[in-house]
């Protein structure tokens, strides 16, 4: 039995997310899945990766652009998987299959085990039981208190993210750093991913004692979550969200969380047009017009982590017990640094034959 793993974007800088995996079963049957199907982080039509023909089917880890935004080109023929919370984003014209958010499935005779990866709300990780085991984190963290991250199995290859690089800063002094900047004279604009970290920061706000916040109509919102199961959401945060009470979005609120993240449309979008009446706090991703507004001083980026620190990305290593590890979603200037940190298992290229 063969196998082929090709990260088709993602590895070696911060992009969209797609990565083929190509395997020939005990009977002979060749399958070809593709992990993600990621748009353009820069808001632009070409994704930077082309679908190959011959793929069977497509498993998708979580909802944000950048591992899903590549659906819209991907032809009704084929089969796309995705949890139950993740297939209200996805585009209408595909073929949807249910992915379970903690547990197996059989794709084209491929056996698939997920795991929370707590990231986002039904983000997952992939675990394919071929070749000594094939693990992708898609986005992943361990320090959110709303999204949990379960523990994955043994894994001989590990495909991880690795977002924030070399990054070693907790998530406690990534929020000191943001009440820091936060202004009184103007509302405070906050673009964040409207399933990711927009409820679990309007949540730590809360827990702040700081109530004047507002989400966008398009996030995730506390009711959303009261009702939810434990192996979604942090009992935690799940009790202090059914404490709060519905609010109504306003432009001129104190604190604003709303979408898209990287600022091209919905609520960021818009009132991203009037800049110059906010006090902006981007605290992910930047693209180019996000770079040049913090370098002009014109916004602040503070990071909130729902990416791993490197000291996370070898933790998870130290769980799988892996023999390879291919670092995704960041410049890899440095593999000895990397190395250095992470051990020697690491790797530094997109193509691995098994």
Same mark, same amino acid.
């Given at each position: 039995?063969?196998?082929? *793993?090709?990260? #088709?974007?993602?590895?070696?800088?911060?992009?969209?997310?797609?990565?083929?995996?190509?395997?020939?079963?005990?009977? %002979?049957?060749?399958?070809? #899945?593709? #992990?993600?199907?990621?748009?353009?982080?820069?808001?632009?039509?070409?994704?930077?990766?082309?679908?190959?023909?011959?793929?069977?089917?497509?498993?998708?880890?979580?909802?944000?652009?950048?591992?899903?935004?590549?659906?819209?080109?991907?032809?009704?023929?084929?089969?796309?998987?995705?949890?139950?919370?993740?297939?209200?984003?996805?585009?209408?014209?595909?073929?949807?299959?249910?992915?379970?958010?903690?547990?197996?499935?059989? /794709?084209? %005779?491929?056996? *698939?085990?997920?795991?929370?990866?707590?990231?986002?709300?039904?983000?997952?990780?992939?675990?394919?039981?071929?070749?000594?085991?094939?693990?992708?984190?898609?986005?992943?963290?361990?320090?959110?208190?709303?999204?949990?991250?379960?523990?994955?199995?043994?894994?001989?290859?590990?495909?991880?993210?690795?977002?924030?690089?070399?990054?070693?800063?907790?998530?406690?002094?990534?929020?000191?750093? /943001?009440?820091?900047?936060?202004?009184?004279?103007?509302?405070?604009?906050?673009?964040?991913?409207?399933?990711?970290?927009?409820?679990?920061?309007?949540?730590?706000?809360?827990?702040?004692?700081?109530?004047?916040?507002?989400?966008?109509?398009?996030?995730?919102?506390?009711?959303? *979550?009261?009702?939810?199961?434990?192996?979604?959401?942090?009992?935690?945060?799940?009790?202090?969200?059914?404490?709060?009470?519905?609010?109504?979005?306003?432009?001129?609120?104190?604190?604003?969380?709303?979408?898209?993240?990287?600022?091209?449309?919905?609520?960021? %979008?818009?009132?991203?047009?009037?800049?110059?009446?906010?006090?902006?706090?981007?605290?992910?991703?930047?693209?180019?017009?996000?770079?040049?507004?913090?370098?002009?001083?014109?916004?602040?980026?503070?990071?909130?982590?729902?990416?791993?620190?490197?000291?996370?990305?070898?933790?998870?290593?130290?769980?799988?017990?892996?023999?390879?590890?291919?670092?995704?979603?960041?410049?890899?200037?440095? *593999?000895?640094?990397?190395?250095?940190?992470?051990?020697?298992?690491?790797?530094?290229?997109?193509?691995?034959?098994?």
């Amino acid at each position: 039995m063969t196998t082929t *793993i090709n990260v #088709l974007s993602g590895f070696g800088t911060k992009a969209a997310a797609a990565i083929s995996v190509k395997t020939q079963l005990e009977n %002979g049957q060749l399958v070809h #899945l593709l #992990l993600d199907a990621g748009g353009s982080l820069e808001g632009l039509s070409d994704k930077g990766w082309q679908l190959p023909e011959d793929v069977d089917a497509i498993v998708i880890s979580h909802d944000h652009p950048d591992h899903i935004g590549g659906l819209i080109d991907v032809p009704a023929s084929v089969p796309v998987y995705a949890t139950e919370q993740v297939i209200p984003y996805l585009p209408k014209h595909l073929k949807i299959q249910r992915l379970p958010n903690r547990g197996k499935i059989d /794709i084209y %005779g491929v056996q *698939i085990q997920t795991g929370c990866a707590g990231h986002s709300f039904g983000g997952v990780w992939l675990h394919l039981d071929i070749a000594g085991g094939i693990f992708y984190s898609g986005d992943f963290c361990l320090e959110s208190e709303l999204f949990p991250f379960d523990r994955p199995p043994k894994a001989a290859t590990a495909l991880l993210d690795a977002s924030y690089g070399l990054y070693e800063k907790t998530q406690d002094q990534a929020k000191q750093n /943001i009440l820091s900047v936060l202004s009184t004279e103007k509302p405070n604009l906050m673009p964040v991913p409207q399933s990711g970290r927009a409820l679990e920061m309007a949540c730590w706000f809360e827990q702040q004692g700081i109530k004047d916040w507002v989400l966008g109509n398009d996030c995730l919102q506390p009711h959303n *979550i009261a009702q939810v199961s434990d192996e979604l959401v942090c009992p935690a945060l799940k009790k202090l969200a059914s404490n709060i009470a519905p609010r109504k979005f306003d432009d001129h609120a104190p604190i604003i969380l709303c979408g898209d993240p990287e600022g091209f449309s919905g609520d960021a %979008g818009r009132l991203l047009e009037h800049a110059d009446q906010y006090n902006v706090i981007y605290t992910g991703h930047l693209p180019a017009h996000a770079r040049q507004a913090v370098s002009e001083g014109k916004a602040h980026f503070v990071r909130w982590n729902v990416h791993p620190t490197s000291q996370d990305i070898a933790r998870v290593m130290d769980q799988l017990q892996c023999q390879r590890c291919v670092p995704l979603f960041s410049p890899i200037e440095d *593999i000895d640094a990397w190395r250095y940190r992470l051990g020697e298992h690491l790797l530094a290229t997109s193509i691995i034959e098994l």
